[in-house]
């Protein structure tokens, strides 16, 4: 239904090479319109369809979603959103979890960060912010900076790090957006091709793949704790390569894949989120009483 009812309000703003968005049932757009031709075109539009009703707000500054979005002299500035009375909780260090998990942490909070901010300024600033909530969350220093150096290496664009070089950022800025836009259309590609019916060959053809891929690979899980275990991939692997990986061995080509579990929380071990399958599956045997 929206879709429908949003068409003219998005042919409007691209016939003035303005900005639209919608997520669900929030919508940003830009204007550079009289504040009484804006709140015009929403009345209009407000009374389209009984169903949908529009409350909206006109400033210079909003927050939509996860983005905070100013006008500054005409020129849109956004950066990264929070609520005031959000604490800076993310993954405490001292948990128990893989520590590739908390270096992710890192990287994406920064990958965040560079997509969101559109300038170097203000992506230095919430660098800062993402510093201060590893530290309250006991990251230690090194594993930080390492993780830091690691990203922006990893990039290509340790000049943002090192230099603060605005001109290598927008660039970088740039390009996270541009992935964002070719992801989503290739999810929606994806989704048309699975709407087609394949035929028989290529499903079998790709039963065959799968089963082979499976073949080539050795799955193993093992649930992570801090302390021995820390170093059970690297030790296993050392084991692995030494022992079953030699001349002429048949495991040579096979992949070695090794998970991590983490230890139940006491969210996992006293929350019921849902009765068991067993009882789901169980019927109701109670026989039914008539009256007459």
Not at 117 to 124: A, G, I, K, V, Y
Request: aromatic fraction near 10%; include cysteine.
């Amino acid at each position: 239904m929206l879709i429908e009812w949003e068409q003219s309000l998005i042919r409007h703003q691209q016939s003035r090479n303005e900005l639209y968005g919608r997520y669900i049932d929030d919508i940003f757009m830009t204007s550079n319109e009289s504040i009484n031709q804006i709140k015009e075109l929403l009345d209009h539009e407000d009374r389209k369809d009984t169903n949908i009703r529009i409350n909206y707000n006109i400033h210079d500054s909003i927050e939509f979603l996860d983005v905070f979005i100013e006008n500054i002299q005409g020129k849109l500035r956004t950066s990264v959103f929070r609520k005031p009375a959000a604490e800076p909780y993310i993954l405490p260090y001292t948990s128990d979890h893989p520590r590739h998990i908390h270096s992710n942490t890192i990287y994406t909070a920064l990958l965040r960060a560079i997509r969101l901010c559109s300038d170097l300024e203000t992506f230095n600033q919430e660098r800062l912010n993402i510093e201060i909530a590893l530290l309250l969350n006991t990251y230690p220093p090194k594993f930080i900076k390492h993780h830091f150096q690691q990203f922006f290496k990893k990039n290509n664009v340790t000049s943002i790090y090192k230099d603060l070089d605005e001109e290598t950022y927008q660039q970088f800025h740039a390009i996270l957006l541009n992935e964002c836009q070719i992801t989503d259309q290739s999810s929606e590609h994806a989704q048309q091709e699975q709407q087609q019916q394949p035929s028989k060959n290529q499903i079998d053809q790709k039963d065959t793949r799968k089963s082979e891929q499976k073949e080539r690979q050795l799955i193993i899980h093992y649930t992570y704790e801090s302390g021995p275990l820390k170093a059970f991939n690297r030790d296993f692997r050392t084991i692995w390569n030494k022992h079953f990986c030699y001349a002429n061995s048949a495991l040579n080509n096979v992949r070695v894949i090794l998970g991590t579990r983490a230890n139940k929380t006491l969210d996992h071990l006293l929350v019921k989120k849902k009765p068991s399958r067993t009882i789901l599956m169980l019927k109701d045997d109670i026989p039914q009483s008539t009256t007459t």
